[in-house]
């Protein structure tokens, strides 16, 4: 069987770089071990970098039984801006004329990420056409939360002028053979948007875990060592993730600003890539106790993550992030590092259950206590960090999520 994965804004097998990789790389190489044959089409703009991986079409034969083809756009500096609903456009338009040019292309079965809203509709109605059953896998509450950065008073003009991109959404979802989505929340959203109660079954942002031999421990830890880290002596707390305005970065200075003069060895690690790098370097560079790095690889955030007193998760209180567990949350349990978030909604109440992580609430003063409780409280540390273990076993299982996408797949 011949499956056709539809995903930009993700690493691909082409990309140089070692990247965790995310839901495309991950069902792929499960479709592929599988016996099926995989054909990824995705953007040739690397989001992650954002730089081109190509500035034309372009089909690369990975192996034997995969291949990618790249269909260009203009590309975007900032996550969130004009130029991206740009590129968006200019990506949908070439992925019609790639689709209407591709004559013999006909894939047994298509897999959509969700979003881009306008590639979603090209190619769900070209699936439609061909009469090509699609899976649709929504990760984002596009377009509503497009609505959410206006004061209340335009709420309903912005609403007036996105109206379309509701329209095309709701007839995306409501045409797909089946639809899967990262958690119950947006599985309640999704029924409210199509006005629908068909069954939606939730595939959480799970990546494929993986553990270092000595030798890459070691090595990694000299990298820790010389970015200025004693990784098993020093107490840190880190976060690995976008540069983007998706996450609240005053909140991770009022924390240090809190901690300086009473645990002036406690540090606060920052790694990653996005347009508010060089704003959080001008931010923080008078911070003595506040690192700010770029880029990290897979193997070097694993051993940052495992072996810090928490992993930080200041997520904005929005749309998206309040309905699901973000995958850096995963992440963390994954390497038995408890979490702290800022959030409400569903990671508020998987701390309250599990006990697996600190809930700040983001006031002007913010309340310390646990954390500081988390720094001399040793056995304190030991439940978070046995609960935070012992929560991703029971709530997240790799094997189980995406053998139970490809049976889907299989059989719409």
């Known amino acids: 069987m011949h499956i056709c994965i539809f995903q930009t804004g993700e690493p691909l097998h082409i990309d ?38 190509s500035k034309s079409f372009k089909t690369i034969k990975v192996k034997d039984r995969l291949i990618i083809h790249l269909i260009p756009s203009l590309g975007y500096k900032k996550h969130i801006s004009l130029k991206r609903i740009i ?27 969700f979003p881009p809203i306008l590639t979603s509709f090209i190619i769900s109605r070209w699936a439609l056409k061909k009469k090509i059953p699609y899976l649709i896998d929504i ?4 377009p509503e939360i497009f609505i959410e950065p206006f004061p209340n008073i335009l ?7 996105i109206k379309p991109y509701f329209l095309i959404t709701t007839y995306v979802f409501k045409k797909a053979n089946k639809i899967t989505t990262i958690s119950e929340g947006y599985a309640s959203w999704i029924k409210k948007l199509t006005k629908s109660r068909n069954s939606i079954f939730i595939s959480p942002l799970i990546r494929k875990p ?9 090595i990694n830890n000299i990298f820790w060592r010389n970015k200025g880290i004693k990784i098993n002596s020093d107490k840190y707390f880190c976060f690995v993730g976008s540069y983007s305005k998706s996450f609240d ?3 991770i200075e009022k924390l240090s600003k809190k901690l300086i003069n009473k645990y002036p060895k406690i540090k606060f690690v920052l790694c990653g890539s996005g347009d508010q790098y060089n704003i959080l370097i001008e931010k923080f560079k008078n911070f003595s106790n506040l690192i700010v790095l770029g880029e990290i690889n897979l193997f070097e955030a694993k051993v940052l993550i495992k072996n810090s007193l928490a992993t930080l998760a200041p997520y904005k209180n929005n749309l998206n992030f309040n309905d699901h567990i973000p995958n850096k949350i995963i992440e963390s349990l994954e390497n038995g590092t408890p979490f702290v978030t800022t959030i409400d909604g569903k990671l508020k109440s998987l701390i309250k259950e599990e006990n697996n992580g600190i809930y700040i609430p983001n006031k002007k003063n913010i309340d310390i206590k646990n954390i500081e409780k988390l720094i001399n409280d040793k056995n304190f540390r030991i439940t978070l960090k046995l609960n935070a273990r012992r929560s991703y076993k029971k709530l997240f299982n790799f094997d189980m999520t995406y053998s139970k996408i490809i049976t889907c797949l299989k059989n719409i």
């Open 249 to 251: 970065f005053d909140f």
């Open 16 to 53: 140089e770089g070692q990247y965790r990789p995310m839901r495309c790389m991950l069902l792929a190489d499960k479709l592929i071990e599988e016996g099926y044959f995989v054909t990824i089409i995705s953007s040739s703009f690397f989001h992650q970098r954002k730089s081109f991986r």
């Open 155 to 161: 709420k309903p003009l912005a609403l007036f002028f």
């Open 87 to 113: 590129d968006h456009l200019f990506l949908a338009i070439n992925l019609r004329f790639f689709l209407s040019n591709k004559k013999d292309f006909k894939p047994d079965r298509i897999f959509i990420g």
């Open 210 to 218: 993986f553990s270092l031999s000595k030798d890459e421990k070691k």
């Open 139 to 142: 990760k984002d509450k596009w």
